[in-house]
Nanobody, 127 residues
Framework: QLQLVESGGGLVQPGGSLRLSCAAS????????TGWFRQAPGKERERVSC????????NYADSVKGRFTISRDNAKNTVYLQMNSLKPEDTAVYYC????????????????????WGQGTQVTVSS
């Protein structure tokens, strides 16, 4: 079964940190652009961050710049999202997604263009 599995979510106090992991199985993640999205009840799905297949290029939403860091370890077939200085407004279900890429291709895709999605992991930031 080809899939992405997120882990690392949970309950954390404001100012705390979490590291989310996205592990791929059944395919080689190194050929894919990978993105992290989040969605809170009543809100649109938001692209949080994305990373090129090589890991050289990254992009962050303005709301998380300076606090979140995306990275990947292609040897482990895994992508990470380090989340620091968490705020209550970061509370959401976080999803990992992967899109087959080409050399020199775009880093940005709409959600419907992604090939694989994880099941999501809940992140709750609360006192």
């Amino acid at each position: 079964q080809l899939q992405l599995v997120e882990s690392g979510g949970g309950l954390v106090q404001p100012g705390g940190s979490l590291r989310l992991s996205c592990a791929a199985s059944g395919f080689t993640l190194r050929s894919y652009v990978t993105g992290w999205f989040r969605q809170a009840p009543g809100k649109e799905r938001e692209r949080v961050s994305c990373i090129s297949s090589s890991g050289i290029s990254t992009n962050y939403a303005d709301s998380v710049k300076g606090r979140f860091t995306i990275s990947r370890d292609n040897a482990k077939n895994t992508v990470y999202l380090q989340m620091n200085s968490l705020k209550p407004e970061d509370t959401a279900v976080y999803y990992c997604a992967a899109k087959l890429s080409r050399l020199g291709g775009s880093l940005f895709f709409s959600p419907d263009e992604y090939d694989y999605w994880g099941q999501g992991t809940q992140v709750t930031v609360s006192s």
